[in-house]
């Protein structure tokens, strides 16, 4: 008995091992974020790793756009409950090291742990905020929240452009007048569906947005947000 017990504990721990090791084959940003060092990157603050080769003053100067777009994901997520590791490429050759295939930044979580791969293009404030703020709803969504789907990927996203106002997806007023497109009635929920949507149609975020600000505008404004989150509530 305590022999078959004792091999299905091991077959358990070697499936999950495999399990692990082929997650990180394929995900080779999971992988570095465990071990940036291994993937040739150096440390330049907390939390903040960058490609060997960037220079003194780019790593400074990305630090500080780092630190302003902490400030913009502050104002509506005034205590930071995420533990992210950045992880910024100067270089288009680092960041298919990393797993990438043409975004600007992609976050991967689970639950409050985050990694955030920063390709050339991405290493601006906006951007920066936007990844981050997904960082900060994950973690206050939690793993189960995630796996559940309490908060489809439309909004997510949308929350994301409003949060980092990103300029490319909304118009300058507020509420609802900030909307540069209206929603279709099936946007993405799922984050494996709104990637390769998104990736095709840039437009999707504006939308995203819009969305959101409709919620909004229905509920009571950006509070409803916070108060659905703390509570556990679903979204939208």
Known sequence: MWRVIRVSV??????????????????????????PRCFGMDRAAPGIFVEHEMSRAERRDLVETVDAARDTVGQFYPTREAHTRILACTSDACD?????????AVTYSL??????????????ETILAHELTHTETH???GVLGQVRGR?????DEGLSVLVSNDPRYLGPGSGIERCQALPRA???????DWAPQAGRDNGLYAEAA??????????????????????GRSFP
């Open 10 to 35: 091991l077959a358990l721990l070697a499936g999950g091992l495999l399990g692990l090791l082929a997650l990180l084959w394929f995900y080779p940003v999971l992988a570095a974020g465990l071990c």
């Open 96 to 104: 298919r090291r990393l797993g990438g295939r043409g975004a600007a």
């Open 111 to 124: 639950g409050a742990w985050a990694v955030v791969r920063v390709a050339p293009r991405g290493l601006t």
């Open 139 to 141: 973690a206050r969504l």
């Open 151 to 155: 908060m489809p990927a439309w909004f």
């Open 186 to 192: 099936d946007l993405p929920s799922s984050p494996f």
């Open 210 to 231: 819009c969305a959101v600000l409709i919620w909004e505008a229905h509920q009571g404004g950006p509070e409803a947000i916070l108060a659905r989150l703390e509570d």
